[in-house]
């Protein structure tokens, strides 16, 4: 791909990192324009939203009376899934189950949040744990690949995990922490690939050594066409719906259920920390970071001159880099040595395997002009 000349949003921070960023005349990008034009405009996180969340909730709980749970919610800990569980549970007054899917990466702030939200809201909590050998070995299969998306198995396995699980339940609603406020700008795919199933399959085709027999999977079109169009699953948004201040958000978990606090968004996992903070920047020169303080802008809750104060800080300290290092070498039963040469290797992308890109990127586009999908994709 032609190298361009460097250039950040006048808005934002996204820059040419993302290859595919376009910018306007006046210097914003489309990511910018994409959250004014579409996603703002339909976006009423006010008394408006909480008025027809309430409606959502009468209606489920009239769809779902007599059943235990109204809901099931994929909760990891972190900071979004812990103030969706609040919002459920006493705002709409529904009784969901908690689904956590166990990949073997979570650190114990997490699995100690996990355990204050349950305690103190008195819900009941499924917990699946991912067959460690299985997930070792498509981890290991990635990083041979030398692709960007070192996430992607993670969290491939933990919404499948979820989403299998309540289509085997017969739970209508599933819940997510998914929000515009702190998401309303998407992770270029370039960064973070689609959940594409032929992809990962070629992935560990080549680099695995085990049949994944017990790993749970669910490709995209199973999930947005199968499971939503012939099964009936439906996707709620809760904190699309009421305000969400990330800052505000963190002292009232902080202050009703002693929720502890981490660094950054996605840094309650280890591996996610290390593919977040050091293996895309120093491979890719990507930082995610990019989109998550992008979209705090843009919702109003930082501003520019703040969000390129904390880009000039490194993502974690040196000293954390190693130790890092040090566990997810063996945790995955690899030399440090070795995991550092699959860092420094050639780069590659989804281009370099079978893939399913064409397809699901016009599936998408049809789900954007049906406004299912409000977030920027090219």
């Known amino acids: 791909m032609k190298t361009r000349d460097y250039q950040i949003c006048t808005n934002c921070v996204m820059d040419t990192t993302d ?183 070629d992935v560990h085709r080549k680099f695995g050594s085990i049949p994944l027999k017990t790993m749970p999977l669910c490709g995209m079109l199973k999930n947005r066409i199968y499971y939503r169009y012939i099964r009936g699953m439906k996707v709620v948004k809760p904190l699309d719906y009421v305000p969400y201040d990330k800052e505000e958000v963190l002292k009232f978990l902080e202050s009703e259920f ?34 998550y303080l992008s979209s705090l802008i843009l919702s109003g809750q930082m501003t520019r001159d703040e969000a390129l104060e904390e880009l000039r800080q490194k993502p974690y300290d040196d000293a954390q880099v190693e130790e890092d290092l040090e566990y997810i070498a063996k945790k995955l039963e690899i030399s440090k040595e070795e995991l550092r040469k699959y860092i420094s290797g050639e780069n590659k992308t989804y281009r370099d395997y079978k893939n399913s890109f064409k397809i699901l990127r016009m599936f998408i586009k049809i789900a954007t002009l049906l406004g299912i999908e409000k977030r920027n994709f090219r």
């Not at 309430?54 to 972190?78: M, P, R, W």
């Not at 293996?279 to 990019?290: G, S």
């Open 258 to 291: 002693g929720w502890e606090a981490y660094k950054n968004k996605h840094y309650e996992n280890v591996f996610t920390r290390f593919y977040e903070g050091y293996y895309l920047p120093v491979k890719f020169n990507y930082d995610k970071r990019k989109c």
């Open 19 to 201: 290859p595919q960023i376009v910018f306007d005349e006046t210097g914003k990008c489309d990511f910018c324009n994409n959250y004014y034009n579409t996603i703002l405009p339909s976006w009423h996180p006010d008394a408006e939203g909480e008025k027809e969340l309430l409606k959502i909730a009468e209606k489920i709980k009239k769809e779902t009376k007599g059943k235990k749970y109204n809901c099931i919610i994929g909760f990891s800990g972190g900071v979004d899934s812990s103030y969706l569980c609040y919002i459920v549970k006493v705002k709409m007054g529904l009784n969901p189950l908690l689904v956590s899917v166990d990949t073997g990466w979570n650190l114990n702030v997490a699995v100690e949040n996990i355990e204050r939200i349950v305690k103190k809201l008195k819900l009941d909590l499924y917990t699946e744990v991912v067959n460690w050998e299985e997930m070792r070995d498509l981890q290991l299969a990635f990083l041979k690949s030398q692709v960007p998306y070192q996430d992607l198995p993670q969290d491939h396995v933990i919404f499948a995990g979820v989403y299998n699980y309540a289509i085997k339940h017969g739970v209508k609603y599933i819940f997510t922490g998914g929000n515009n406020a702190t998401e309303g700008v998407k992770p270029p795919y370039e960064w973070t690939y689609v959940n594409d199933m032929r992809f990962i399959k």
